[in-house]
């Protein structure tokens, strides 16, 4: 009887270890529709989305280019992990110091609320001063 009890046990912590090893989902869209905790990946094609995020999610903004800054964010929503990293590429051509390459910022949504994320330029290359929506980068982050 004390096996048959051991055995029980010993495959249900197997079955618990299993469920609690899973990965986070990723998604490369805005949201993530899994309602598990997991990543969301934002770049230059999400500006002026609306983006739905859960509690404990991360977002994760890669611009493409080394001018970007991205600005404090309003709300408490999502907290930054670090500083934004800049990397520098030089496969585009360009001479380094061009503005090639990427800055990406990750933050944690920590918080249910409503964020904007936002980072601006003013350059858009050598001697090019960008406008508009090429100076200005936004979304809104609406977590649950």
Not at 118 to 127: F, I, L, N, P, S
């Amino acid at each position: 009887m004390m096996r048959k009890v051991a055995v029980v046990l010993a495959t249900a912590a197997t079955l618990l270890l299993a469920a609690g090893c899973g990965g986070a989902t990723s998604t490369s869209g805005p949201g993530n529709p899994s309602g598990q905790n997991g990543t969301v990946s934002l770049d230059e094609k999400a500006n002026g989305t609306t983006v739905h995020v859960h509690f404990g999610d991360t977002v994760t903004v890669t611009l493409h280019s080394t001018y970007w800054s991205f600005l404090p964010t309003g709300g408490l929503a999502l907290q930054p992990f670090a500083p934004a990293q800049t990397a520098p590429s030089t496969g585009c051509g360009q001479p380094v110091g061009s503005g090639c390459g990427t800055v990406t910022a990750s933050f944690n949504v920590g918080h249910v609320g409503t964020t904007m994320l936002r980072a601006h330029r003013d350059t858009c290359g050598e001697a090019l001063r960008c406008t508009g929506d090429q100076a200005d980068w936004s979304v809104t982050v609406v977590a649950s």
